[in-house]
């Protein structure tokens, strides 16, 4: 168990629906990465969190957003879903931004039909 | 940018046979290394990292890898594969703040899976 908790685990939803995926981080990590991964992509960096504000981005689509609250979890949320978003998409945790070591959770897997 | 290149997405290896899988990988600054291994279904979890000091890391499960910055290369190996280890394997690099707005992205290569046989 790496400490990282990734809600829901499975989701299945229609094209064009919005959903919002939901990640609670290590106890103490202030760092929070989205990653999205498919088979035709591999693993894919989407963006990073710390401390609440964005630290950097990746190939995020402008139908996808994220935020960090004040209790440093972190939501994702995806809109306009298209068949190809169908993916498993990785919440990861560090203590720093720099990141010498994230820890990353069992993900949730979407599926767009 | 930094990028990595994973030689072999499959491996095959029978139990008690040498592990080595290779990762190469390109950074314009001093890079931190990671190998996870993820087995189906579930997430990616931490084998071994190098940021800094000894080039010649230990992780679990017995596997090690070797930073070599003149071969751009940081191979993962273990001397005696076991049916256990059977899994995906990525390699990943991150700059750290050397990497400016990049901070701690990883950047993964594609994954070897490597198989055991009996």
């Known amino acids: 168990d790496s400490g990282v908790t990734q809600t829901p685990k499975h989701l299945i939803t229609a094209t064009g629906q919005r959903v919002t995926l939901r990640c609670s981080p290590r106890s103490g990590d202030l760092s929070v990465y989205w990653y999205q991964q498919s088979l035709d992509q591999g693993l894919q960096f989407l963006i990073q969190y710390y401390n609440g504000e964005e630290r950097a981005k990746g190939n995020i689509l402008e139908r996808f957003s994220a935020q960090q609250f004040p209790d440093l979890h972190s939501e994702l949320n995806l809109s306009s879903l298209e068949l190809g978003d169908s993916a498993l998409y990785f919440c990861a945790s560090s203590a720093t931004q720099q990141n010498t070591e994230a820890f990353f959770g069992q993900g949730t897997r979407l599926t767009v039909v | 940018a930094q990028s990595v290149t994973q030689l072999g997405s499959h491996v095959s290896v029978s139990e008690g046979a040498l592990v080595l899988l290779r990762c190469n990988y390109s950074?314009?600054?001093?890079?931190?290394l990671f190998w996870y291994v993820q087995y189906p279904n579930q997430g990616l979890q931490l084998l071994l990292k190098?940021?800094?000091?000894?080039?010649l890391v230990k992780g679990i499960n017995g596997f090690e890898a070797e930073f070599k910055k003149s071969e751009t290369s940081f191979h993962l190996t273990k001397p005696s594969a076991h049916m256990s280890d059977a899994a995906e394997y990525f390699c990943a690099v991150s700059v750290g703040f050397a990497g400016g707005t990049s901070y701690g992205k990883l950047t993964f290569g594609q994954g070897t899976i490597l198989t055991v046989h009996p």
């Open positions: 950074s314009s600054v001093p890079p931190y």
């Open positions: 190098y940021t800094t000091g000894a080039t």
